[in-house]
């Protein structure tokens, strides 16, 4: 996620800032810059990359002089990293300079309304709108101006805003997205994250959503939407800067799992307009469409089972044969792709070795390919045919939880596009899955207010040596991606079985007391996965079952322990089921005192073969 930091008081103002930008690093980000006021106008450093270039280029901020400014931290959305489209962003005119956290879903027509009245614009990003927005209504009265440009906002954001016409104050505003304000002694700041300031202060208010702080030098005012002054309670904060980068979270990964309501309705969100999923903008238009006859799916690790939910759901509502292949097996098949396969690519990082290889080796043989990665200008992102960008921001943890959640997002949408655009799926069940999908980020919050249920559970087995997870369809899916995420954190032995798989080997692992994770949310499957419940149970095995709440009653007799999630449409069910499985995982490798966000072996992003 992007970093905002901004000061004003009597010291220089950019040492202060790029020292709170080095504090958000461990955020990610892949380009930073700062906005000073220096006593005649507003002077704008930026650099892509790492933090160290901006620092080299303003000689540790003791080339750019003025006590009040802005800094920011950027990972693209809009647009590639670059200096151009790093934060902050400067109006047409250099009155107002703006570093923005967030996303605008709006800005294209912003934009185009702000064009059609001669407004020249430098970057593609959303903020940049943002800056010219806040200028074009802009006469005189800076606070009136934001509060106008905010209005017509739609989507996330932090923002940070400089006014050369008014250098004694720094304005705030956010909606969706963190802010802080920071009291300190004779000076003041704003910050997306406390990390970036409580080496000089730890009196902070949090601002809430539409709400607008003007800060000064010695005072703080906060405005909400309609303007009108309202006070805020100043926190204490007493955690250690590690606890404040986690966001009070023990763990990164627990904070991503957190993420993931709003990372989900951010990516949807980015494609579906007036309840239709729009990838009009993606090479699926309606000829590419109904041209390929076959689609491959290639991934590593989670990337991969997110491609076993894909091949599911793409020959169940498209009717076109897909197939999930590992990236690392891909490349060295022989494959046989030609110009009518889509070879759709899937890679948190876009950088995996295999899969940027069985990418290329896609390419080679003639085929078109679509990638779904969360890093802008990744090669993965640079290479393939079309990108369709997950927003889940950076991850940190090594175990995918977010971004795995956002690629499946994405996927139903690739399935909805495909399936309308081949004359699969009529129009009130389009509607009907826009609407479930609308309703997904609602439901997994709901599923994270009953974690403790899960912590309990994971106190009850994280002893077992071997744990195994059975599900059919969908749920097979899911059981790969809840086996891998148990493994990989915990250390403990797991595997994932199609349930039909059973009788043909695995049941004789079964002994008394073996925990058997059940995934029984694929409606038609249920009384299958149930049969397959009694063959466990029979053999004495314990059996902790994830259903939806509609098979709640028959779900409770067949298993000791249950966890319901939310009713959803059939299609969806992947995107609540992962979330008590992640937790479950989560809680087991905390009992077991575990590194859960290094676990031992791993790297984040797997670069070499
Ligand atoms: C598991 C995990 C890995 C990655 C895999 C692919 O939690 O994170 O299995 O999913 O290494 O990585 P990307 O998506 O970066 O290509």
Avoid at 94 to 109: D, P
Avoid at 116 to 144: C, H, K, M
Avoid at 197 to 222: N, P
Avoid at 468 to 495: M, P, Q, T, V, W
Wanted: with cysteine; net charge negative; aromatic share 8%.
């Amino acid at each position: 996620m992007c970093g905002i930091v901004g000061y004003i008081g009597k010291e220089e103002a950019a040492p202060i800032l790029l020292y709170g930008l080095s504090r958000l690093e461990y955020r990610g980000y892949d380009s930073a810059g700062i906005s000073v006021y220096d006593g005649g106008e507003v002077r704008t450093v930026k650099a892509a990359g790492k933090l160290e270039n901006l620092i080299r280029l303003t000689e540790e901020g003791r080339a750019v002089h003025g006590s009040v400014g802005i800094g920011h931290t950027r990972w693209a959305t809009h647009g590639e990293p670059s200096d151009v489209n790093a934060h902050p962003h400067v109006s047409a005119s250099g009155r107002i300079a703006v570093v923005h956290n967030g996303i605008i879903e709006n800005y294209l027509s912003l934009k185009q309304m702000l064009q059609a009245e001669g407004v020249v614009f430098r970057s593609e990003t959303d903020t940049e709108v943002v800056a010219q927005l806040i200028d074009f209504y802009y006469e005189g009265d800076i606070l009136r101006a934001v509060s106008r440009a905010v209005d017509k906002l739609d989507g996330s954001y932090a923002l940070g805003i400089l006014c050369s016409d008014h250098p004694d104050m720094l304005l705030a505003a956010r909606k969706e997205s963190p802010l802080i304000v920071a009291y300190g002694e004779g000076c003041n700041y704003i910050a997306s994250d406390v990390t970036a300031v409580l080496k000089y202060t730890r009196s902070v208010s949090y601002m809430e959503d539409e709400e607008i702080a003007v800060v000064r030098e010695g005072s703080i005012t906060f405005y909400n939407e309609y303007l009108q002054q309202i006070e805020k309670p100043v926190v204490h904060i007493d955690w250690d800067v590690e606890a404040a980068e986690k966001g009070g979270y023990a763990h990164f990964m627990l904070k991503e799992i957190h993420e993931q309501p709003r990372v989900v309705k951010n990516t949807l969100s980015a494609h579906i307009r007036n309840g239709r999923v729009d990838l009009s903008d993606t090479m699926l238009t309606e000829d590419y469409c109904r041209e390929i006859d076959k689609v491959q799916i290639i991934g590593c690790g989670s990337a991969y089972h997110v491609g076993v939910v894909g091949r599911y759901l793409l020959e169940k509502y498209a009717r076109i044969p897909a197939e999930a292949v590992l990236a690392s097996e891909f490349r060295y098949s022989e494959p046989i792709v030609d110009e009518k396969t889509l070879v759709i690519v899937i890679s948190q990082s876009g950088e995996t070795a295999d899969t940027i290889a069985a990418m290329r080796e896609a390419k080679r043989l003639g085929a078109k390919t679509l990638a779904i990665v969360n890093v802008v200008g990744s090669t993965i992102a640079k290479e393939a045919d079309s990108v369709i960008y997950t927003l889940a921001g950076p991850e940190i943890a090594v175990a995918t939880t977010k971004a795995y959640s956002a690629q499946l997002a994405i996927f139903y949408l690739i399935t909805v596009a495909l399936a309308e655009k081949r004359g699969k799926l009529k129009e009130a069940e389009s509607a009907a899955i826009v609407r479930a999908l609308e309703a997904l980020p609602g439901q997994i919050e709901e599923i994270l207010t009953h974690k403790e249920a899960l912590q309990q559970l994971a106190s009850k087995y994280f002893n077992n040596s071997s744990i195994f997870f059975i599900g059919r369809n969908l749920d097979y899916a899911i059981s790969l991606e809840g086996s891998l995420k148990l493994k990989e954190i915990s250390y403990i032995h797991s595997e994932a079985y199609a349930g039909g798989e059973l009788k043909h080997g695995t049941i004789s692992l079964i002994e008394p007391e073996t925990l058997v994770i059940a995934v029984a949310t694929y409606e038609q499957l249920f009384d299958k996965l149930m049969s397959n419940v009694k063959e466990v149970t029979a053999r004495k095995a314990s059996v902790f079952c994830v259903a939806q709440a509609r098979n709640a009653e028959d779900a409770g007799k067949a298993a000791a322990d249950c966890f319901f999630i939310p009713d959803t449409h059939e299609m969806l069910t992947p995107s609540l089921a992962c979330v008590p499985l992640q937790l479950f995982a989560y809680y087991v490798a905390l009992n077991r005192g575990c590194d859960i966000d290094k676990p031992r072996n791993l790297a984040k992003s797997v670069t070499v073969e």
